[in-house]
Nanobody, 114 residues
Framework: QVQLVESGGGLVQPGGSLRLSCAAS????????MSWYRQAPGEQRVLVAR???????NYAASVKGRFAISRDNAKNTVYLQMNSLKPEDTAVYYC????????WGQGTQVTVSS
């Protein structure tokens, strides 16, 4: 069974930065792609960023230019570097991959507030 474990969330002031990590329980070469989603209170879970096995990336329009997704294959970890954070980035952030079935992490809370 594959597990994804997120870390790195917290409280940050507007304009600040955070780096989220998603550690997989098996080689991330097992996944065609890995993604970060987020879900704000009362809203649906939405895609934030995605990185393919080949390293191609795509981002939601709302975070383009501020967030960067990357992967460290040796550590079986995917990162989400979040800069210039805004209050509207406040949400629970989830790591996602597909390995025969949908695999989600437990989520990590990001709160952007002064």
């Amino acid at each position: 069974q594959v597990q994804l474990v997120e870390s790195g969330g917290g409280l940050v002031q507007p304009g600040g930065s955070l780096r989220l990590s998603c550690a997989a329980s098996r080689s991330i070469f097992s996944f065609d792609a890995m993604s970060w989603y987020r879900q704000a209170p009362g809203e649906q879970r939405v895609l934030v960023a995605r990185i393919t096995l080949g390293g191609n990336t795509n981002y939601a329009a709302s975070v383009k230019g501020r967030f960067a997704i990357s992967r460290d294959n040796a550590k079986n970890t995917v990162y989400l570097q979040m800069n210039s954070l805004k209050p509207e980035d406040t949400a629970v952030y989830y790591c996602y991959a597909r390995y025969a079935t949908d695999v989600w992490g437990q989520g990590t809370q990001v709160t952007v507030s002064s």
